[in-house]
T-cell receptor, first 112, second 112 residues
């Protein structure tokens, strides 16, 4: 069975500081992994995805994530936070032929 | 061109009323979904259709009835609205069940 755990429902960082949002998953087969961002009053937008190619995945807006099979993790990072990064971030896992499972989300606040 | 569009964006109605939300995608995807996002931002899948066939039907009250007239459209009808139905409802589509999801902007339903 698939599941996703996002550690930390709220994360605050200073502008210019490193952003690290944590995601751990469980899956019985090699998974597909995704990070989505939701800005206030908007739908979810794909940041990046891992589908069994390179383990370090680069996404939009300077975000990247690394798939670590041994740790069952897919943490999202960005070297330098901008005010515009303030949003809700969702990690998701899926398996071929199976549906998505979303984490409970992490709200990112960027402090000026 | 909006890839996944939902109407209406906002719905305010009284308990006991019936309402519908419409969704259309112009991406040529075979699979469409309805998700419910509650006030804590938690995303819950409700239904999924593949080529007009219902393939996911999560534990949702019978008052919720999806309809897919063709693979580009997925509508959601809700009978006898209750206070607990207040939420944001997202339509999404994908090439396949496990593939990247493309979301609409959401329909915010408020039941008074």
């Amino acid at each position: 069975a698939q599941s996703v755990t996002q550690l930390g429902s709220h994360v605050s960082v200073s502008e210019g500081a490193l952003v690290l949002l944590r995601c751990n998953y469980s899956s019985s087969v090699p998974p597909y992994l995704f990070w989505y961002v939701q800005y206030p009053n908007q739908g979810l937008q794909l940041l990046l995805k891992y589908t069994s190619a390179a383990t370090l995945v680069k996404g939009i807006n300077g975000f990247e994530a690394e798939f670590k099979k041994s740790e069952t993790s897919f943490h999202l990072t960005k070297p330098s936070a901008h005010m515009s990064d303030a949003a809700e971030y969702f990690c998701a896992v899926s398996e071929p032929g199976n549906q998505f499972y979303f984490g409970t989300g992490t709200s990112l606040t960027v402090i000026p | 061109d909006t890839a996944v569009s939902q109407t209406p964006k906002y719905l305010v109605t009284q308990m006991g009323n019936d309402k519908s939300i419409k969704c259309e995608q112009n991406l040529g995807h075979d699979t469409m979904y309805w998700y419910k996002q509650d006030s804590k931002k938690f995303l819950k899948i409700m239904f999924s259709y593949n080529n007009k066939e219902l393939i996911i039907n999560e534990t949702v009250p019978n008052r919720f009835s999806p309809k897919s007239p063709d693979k580009a459209h997925l509508n959601l009808h809700i009978n006898s609205l209750e206070l607990g139905d207040s939420a944001v409802y997202f339509c999404a589509s994908s090439y396949s069940l496990a593939g990247e999801l493309f979301f609409g902007e959401g329909s915010r339903l408020t039941v008074l």
